[in-house]
């Protein structure tokens, strides 16, 4: 027999009422789900320990990924990392906004270690949508908060992903609607500057060959849905859900007019609409591999890896 869920989740539309309690209960060493304008993100504080643990519980992520730590302001960020000319003006060109810095890590700091997951560098970011930013002004501290999902599955956009996702293992989720972006935010390192995540904001970067675990987001295996998924499809197989773009017609499409904008935004959405189709497959359209396109390939690769993964493992 299964056990009880944990929690009760909540869902509180976005108002000082919701982010009050969103910030006692992350006082109280809880994880709440909260809207960045990227995805939603599982936030907790990020110097208890035991508060960071609770996000790799709900989420049920692995140890080696590190987190991403939310801050109000470049300010906040400094007193947690060191900042050299390169990411200052990076920062301030771009913050708030939705681009992740992987910087040494300032020693005393008071972040958990698990946050960083054993690396000496810490990824941090000021996020721009107006729920992360009061939680941040209500709570006090830094945020932990990477996206408010299981791991390894697609990323939430709505409240309703994450409660289907996670309910029954997190208290509380801040309903603002869709995310504006749907994407995840670039990571980038400096000293020298490289491209470890493509995302909405695109410096010009070729992605980094890592060859270890830098930042969030780097498993080969990522965003996944439960369905096998087929990439660059121009027609579906009869048992197929077919996402669209452009000329590609589908069930659904990320955008008919072909802005890659658009299927940003939209990308997480179609593939959680796939996932609760009749249907036993997903395929995809192709999606022109520049500029955000590169962040959507990205994302649509480390999908189909994960359920590749899960067909060997089903058959072996």
């Known amino acids: 027999m299964p056990s009880s869920p944990a929690f009760e989740t909540a869902i509180l539309p976005y108002g000082a009422a919701a982010i009050a309690e969103a910030a006692r209960l992350i006082a109280a060493g809880q994880c709440v789900a909260v809207p960045t304008e990227t995805v939603y993100g599982l936030a907790a504080d990020s110097t208890n320990g035991q508060a960071v643990a609770g996000i790799y519980a709900a989420k049920g992520r692995p140890g080696f990924n590190p987190l991403i730590v939310h801050v109000p302001d470049l300010a906040a960020a400094e007193r947690l990392a060191v900042f050299d000319d390169e990411a200052r003006a990076l920062a301030t060109t771009h913050w708030p906004g939705p681009l992740t810095l992987v910087l040494p890590a300032k020693p005393g700091s008071g972040i958990a270690s698990l ?98 675990i830098e930042a969030p987001g780097q498993l080969a295996s990522h965003y996944a849905p439960a369905k096998p998924l087929r990439l660059n499809a121009t027609q579906a197989d009869p048992d197929e859900w077919l996402i669209g773009f452009g000329a590609v017609a589908g069930d659904t499409t990320l955008s008919a007019r072909g802005d890659l904008t658009e299927a940003a935004a939209r990308l997480f959405d179609a593939l959680h609409d796939a996932d609760a189709s009749p249907r036993d497959r997903i395929a995809i359209a192709p999606v022109p591999g520049t500029g955000l396109g590169l962040a959507i390939n990205d994302r649509l690769k480390r999908a189909a890896a994960c359920a590749q993964e899960g067909s060997r493992s089903l058959s072996a």
């Open 115 to 212: 946050v960083t997951a054993g690396l000496d560098t810490i990824a941090i970011r000021c996020p721009a949508h107006p729920a992360m930013r009061d939680l941040l002004t209500a709570a006090g501290r830094p945020l932990a908060a990477p996206s408010a999902n299981a791991s390894g599955t697609i990323s939430p956009t709505r409240a309703g992903h994450v409660l289907n996702s996670l309910g029954g293992r997190i208290p509380l989720i801040v309903d603002a609607g869709p995310t504006a972006v749907g994407l995840e935010s670039t990571i980038v390192a400096t000293g020298p500057l490289r491209l470890l995540r493509p995302g909405p904001i695109d410096l010009g970067l070729a992605p980094h060959a890592a060859t270890s």
